[in-house]
């Protein structure tokens, strides 16, 4: 389910094409049927999600950066590598962040026995 998700594809069956434009997704799987925002405020795990990628992205990048080059630490070359990172890598893993949100939802709501609509 979550390799599906972190391929920006449906955690319940697979399927692609959920997303008309990079920011744009669709209301529901082409395939399953399956909703995708079920309520207001629904895409705040997505949020976390992309704020947790790119900042562990940002945290790698940084601690191995000042390791390698303790004592001289390059700070300009280090800040010209890590804002870009913060400033535009979450416009690049936002989708990604949608359907992985979608995984992690399904993974904890469905062995609870609650089918979600469609399929």
Request: glycine share 12%; with cysteine.
């Amino acid at each position: 389910m979550l390799a599906r998700g972190a391929t920006r594809r449906c955690a319940r069956c697979g399927a692609g094409g959920l997303f008309h434009k990079w920011f744009r997704m669709v209301p529901d799987c082409p395939r399953c049927g399956l909703h995708f925002e079920r309520e207001e405020g629904y895409w705040s795990g997505a949020i976390a999600i992309n704020t947790i990628i790119i900042g562990g992205i940002f945290a790698i990048v940084f601690i191995a950066t000042m390791a390698l080059t303790v004592p001289d630490i390059p700070w300009v070359g280090l800040l010209m590598a890590v804002i870009p990172i913060m400033s535009i890598g979450p416009l690049i893993v936002y989708p990604f962040s949608k359907t992985l949100w979608l995984a992690v939802d399904l993974a904890f709501l469905e062995p609870l026995g609650i089918r979600l609509d469609g399929g």
